[in-house]
């Protein structure tokens, strides 16, 4: 197969799950696939297994033929990879599209990266996302990106779930005042104890803690109800990711007014306690900061792209058909 110049394909490479999309220059999306996590910090092999299972997904339901030996059947491939860190990184993501020729003209940037760019429609300003890790990107009209990766110190629900079962233990130990968690985590366990819990959590055969993070939501619940100790976690973390955000704001020479764009499952939560902390953080150093929830999956931001790779210009027709055409919101969630 030759390559289609009408054609772009868009891959979000997440700690949980990747998707890929393929849209026509028009921003028809026409095909999408998901797998699991293709983070190459954790595994290389499964990283690179989730990539190729997601991409001929895509393919299969675009009406394509597979993707290995054809020849380049897209335009441009953008690839938003969490794991896209340290410039050794990128070469090994690089290596990997150019093996697998899915496009002459190939891009990888940090998954954060990919966020900014789908916030908004001219993909300026700030992005902090936050599902199951955290990171944070930003950037000047006209200038290039800058994303946080290993300077990022406030993570994503992994972290909070953390924090959550640090104040049941220090509850039960009567460092802490009580806490409404103690009763919403055991119940979400099934367990009678906080010792139970304690034991659960460390002891020597106990399972993986990969879902760890949906103690996150319980979390975000009880702050929302008014416990004093969740709502003394979630704004500490808010106020932490606002110090991030200003941050990567100064690194790119952003001032003044701008649009700061929040996303990810923790963003997605109904509670505003959290994006509320974050803003009032950035808006004591900057009251000219505009704040965004972004309106599209972060995938849509390396299909955009990879339509900027393609010389596609994007505007808001386009980004309208995007929506318009994007999978059910099923295929996204975690």
Not at 67 to 87: E, N
Request: net charge negative; proline share 4%.
């Amino acid at each position: 197969m030759t390559a289609r110049s009408d054609l772009v394909l868009g891959i979000d490479a997440g700690n949980t799950k990747t998707i890929a999309l393929i849209a026509d220059t028009s921003g028809t999306v026409l095909g999408w696939g998901r797998a699991g996590s293709s983070n190459i910090y954790v595994s290389k092999p499964r990283a690179f297994l989730a990539l190729d299972q997601a991409v001929q997904a895509a393919c299969t339901r675009a009406g394509l033929a597979g993707t290995h030996g054809v020849g380049s059947p897209f335009a441009a491939v953008t690839l938003s990879a969490t794991g896209a860190d340290w410039p050794e990184d990128f070469q090994v993501l690089n290596t990997l599209l150019t093996e697998r020729a899915w496009a002459e003209r190939i891009q990888v940037v940090n998954d954060a990266v990919g966020a900014l760019r789908a916030g908004t429609l001219e993909g300026t300003g700030v992005a902090v996302a936050c599902g199951t890790s955290a990171g944070t990107a930003a950037r000047a009209p006209g200038g290039p990106a800058w994303h946080s990766s290993y300077w990022q110190e406030p993570e994503g629900a992994n972290e909070l779930a953390k924090f959550a079962l640090r104040a049941v233990y220090r509850a039960q130990l009567g460092i802490d005042p009580p806490t409404s968690l103690t009763g919403k985590i055991l119940t979400h366990f099934g367990l009678g104890s906080t010792e139970a819990l304690l034991h659960a959590q460390t002891r020597r055969d106990r399972r993986s803690t990969r879902r760890l993070g949906r103690l996150a939501r319980i979390l975000l619940d009880e702050a929302q109800a008014g416990d004093e100790t969740s709502l003394k976690i979630v704004c500490k973390h808010g106020q932490a990711l606002g110090d991030y955000a200003l941050a990567a704001a100064r690194q790119v020479g952003l001032s003044g007014a701008y649009t700061l764009v929040t996303s990810g499952g923790v963003m997605r939560h109904p509670s505003p306690v959290l994006i509320r902390a974050l803003m009032e953080q950035v808006w004591e150093t900057n009251p000219e900061v505009k704040w965004q929830a972004s309106h599209h999956e972060p995938v849509f931001g390396a299909l955009l792209l990879a339509l900027e790779l393609a010389q596609h210009p994007v505007d808001g027709e386009l980004m309208e058909r995007l929506e318009a055409t994007c999978p059910d919101e099923s295929v996204f969630l975690t």
